[in-house]
């Protein structure tokens, strides 16, 4: 069959793409995200994908979590199999980020969306960096940012820290009273999703010039670096790098992470669900080579999910 399927499913949205030999993108959609740890019905959400688009041959889903959690994992390998075929095949997120970006090659993605890592592959092998959940780990991640957020609000509110701009500014984008900020976190659904989406009001701030916003800003790129850093020399790679995820949209934290890292980054070739659409055209025996990948790169700036 001459259509492959590429999902990259995050942890607040979902990222489809059906493609053919040609590299060519026949549809572009998105829908909710498929955390298995979340309140989504992940199962029912990769249901209506596949009644939606119909028989398709190669498939790769890239999926929160996956190689991470061994129930999960096998959970999520067993629902990918029964919805799409024996051969759909599971990979982590983040790892089809990694192929998109550098098109298979070497070098290192820093990821920080929802959650964060750092994906690396080099002459010393495959390693990953960070990626612990929002429990104990993100450093960094939309949620991370979101959530110092509200407690450097918090703090602010009651008294705990000096200047209470940074919260009053934070509350007035999300239009809510101080005295209402408890009952709006906690009511959240899904709250991993809600509390992540607080990071673009923290970017707005800090391009707007809010000091403790910028202060946040850098304080989250100064994890990205530590994980690119370790991830590189772990893998024997040098500091050839790449990004993928909402938070480096923000013009500070990339201009840190250049700093830092001691080199501009490598523009993502392809995004995310470029890298699971190369994975499925490899695995069908396609030829993936420069005329697949510049095809498929137009096509996915041409057709953004809605």
Known sequence: MDRVLGIDGGGTKTDVALVDRSGRVLSRMRTEGLDPTGETDWEAVLDGLAADLGPVGSVVLGLPYHG?????????????????????????????????????????????????????????????????????????????????????????LDGRRGDRGFATALLARIGVAPEGLIAWAYGLQPQRAGIAALAAHVSALA??????????????????????????????????????????????????????????PTAPVLPPVGGAVLRAARAAGWDTGEDFVATLKTDLNQQPAP
């Not at 290192?108 to 092998?125: F, K, Y």
């Not at 707007?208 to 994890?223: I, K, P, Q, S, W």
């Open 207 to 264: 391009q707007a010039g809010e000091t403790e916003a910028r202060d946040l800003m850098a304080e989250a790129a100064a994890h990205l670096v530590g994980h690119g850093l370790t991830a590189a020399r772990l893998c024997g790679t040098d500091a050839r790098w790449s990004f993928a995820g909402g938070v480096m949209a923000d013009p500070l934290v990339l201009r840190v992470l250049t700093d830092r890292m001691g080199v501009a």
């Open 68 to 156: 991470e959690i061994a129930e999960v994992s096998q959970k999520q390998a067993q629902v990918a199999a029964r919805v799409f075929g024996a051969g759909a095949r599971v990979l982590n997120d983040v790892e089809v980020a990694f192929d998109g970006a550098l098109a298979g090659e070497e070098g290192v993605l820093i990821l920080a969306g929802t959650g964060s890592m750092a994906w690396a592959r080099g002459p010393l092998g495959m390693h990953r960096v960070g990626g612990w959940g929002d429990l104990f780990g993100d450093e960094g991640s939309a949620f991370w940012i979101g959530r110092e957020a509200l407690g450097r609000a918090s703090q602010a």
